[in-house]
């Protein structure tokens, strides 16, 4: 528990001495947020809001690891969870990158980023094949299924649902980072009970770190986590779920990212098929604004689902 605490404050103390040189180094670049098409427009006015933040959460959290477990790269499954956080930091570094170059939010083209997911998936899982089996167990039953080569579509579904729901879910003043610190808090506890320490140690470095960026990130935001943060995250959630055997106990810890998601589709199924709307508008968050709530309202209910979707996913552990 010592070294858990020593990860997150080590954590927070180096975000708290790297984010205000950050904002000021991204504002100097000119790497400012260019809106979202899909925003509101009153959002639309942070267009000018230095962007990038990920990349301090990113990185703090592995150097965190490494002082605390300074041979954590000799553990296979840490290793592969750091690889892979650090990939999904990249490629949404690239889209981010050519976004604000650009000054447009094409960025990286979706077939090329559809690739690079792909091709993230599929080292992952040949990989940890190596020392795993493809077994899976249903939440609340208890069962365990051999799903076979169907674990790997199961891998890529994780990864790219996962990544991009939180990318779909960062759209107000610190409540994509919010609710991934909450998401994390189960997981932290599935790890202390699997002994797999160097997770939980990665982990608690991560919610130390996204507590020091949501300083700066809350309302009135000074930088915001762009895609580099949101697609890391979202591949460190799959990555930890299927390292500890909690695949699909994942939609229900991040039962927020999930509605975002489910919202999202109806939305565009329903316009495109019978070309009327499910909800006023999608992503979910924004049609709560629009209903008259302020925006850390918003984000403040939506922590509240992610605080019992956290529990949910606890209990869960703890019964079975």
């Known amino acids: 528990m010592l070294r858990l605490f020593l990860a997150s404050m080590i954590s927070l103390i180096l975000m708290f001495i790297i984010m205000p040189n950050l904002i000021s180094f991204m504002k100097n ?5 260019v809106a979202s098409e899909y925003s509101l427009e009153e959002f639309k006015e942070k267009a000018g809001t230095p962007t990038m933040g990920g990349v301090a959460f990113v990185i703090v959290p592995i150097i965190t690891l490494f002082i605390i477990y300074p041979r954590f790269y000799t553990n296979a499954k840490i290793l592969l969870v ?7 930091g990249l490629i949404g570094f690239i889209d981010d990158y050519l976004i604000v170059v650009k000054n447009d939010n094409e960025g990286l083209k979706p077939a090329y980023k559809f690739g690079l997911q792909l091709l993230l998936s599929i080292a992952f899982y040949l990989i940890y094949r190596q020392y795993s089996t493809s077994t899976v167990t249903i939440p609340f039953l208890n069962k365990t299924i051999d799903l076979g080569w169907g674990y790997a579509l199961l891998v890529f579904f994780m990864f790219t649902g996962s990544s991009n729901a939180v990318n779909l879910t960062d ?11 909450f998401a994390i808090l189960p997981f932290i506890y599935v790890a202390i009970k699997q002994d797999q320490f160097y997770v939980a140690v990665l982990l608690a470095g991560v919610g130390g770190a996204l507590l020091g960026y949501l300083r700066y990130n809350i309302a009135p935001a000074m930088i915001f986590m762009g895609d580099t943060g949101s697609l ?4 460190l959630l799959a990555a930890v779920a299927i390292v500890l055997k909690k695949e699909f106990d994942l939609a229900i810890i991040g039962g ?15 316009v495109r098929v019978f070309h009327k709307r499910v909800f006023r508008y999608t ?10 709530m302020a925006e850390m309202q918003v984000v403040y209910v939506f ?3 992610s605080i019992i979707c956290s529990g949910l996913g606890i209990i869960l552990e703890a019964m079975f």
């Open 29 to 33: 670049l000119k790497y400012n947020q």
């Open 82 to 88: 750091v690889l892979t956080y650090l990939g999904y």
């Open 171 to 181: 759209g107000m003043d610190g409540l994509a980072s919010g609710c991934s610190i």
């Open 232 to 235: 890391a995250l979202g591949g």
């Open 256 to 270: 927020v990212f999930v509605m975002e998601t489910l919202c999202v589709i109806i939305q565009q199924v329903a």
């Open 283 to 292: 992503p979910i968050h924004y049609a709560f604004k629009l209903n008259g």
């Open 303 to 305: 922590w509240l689902a």
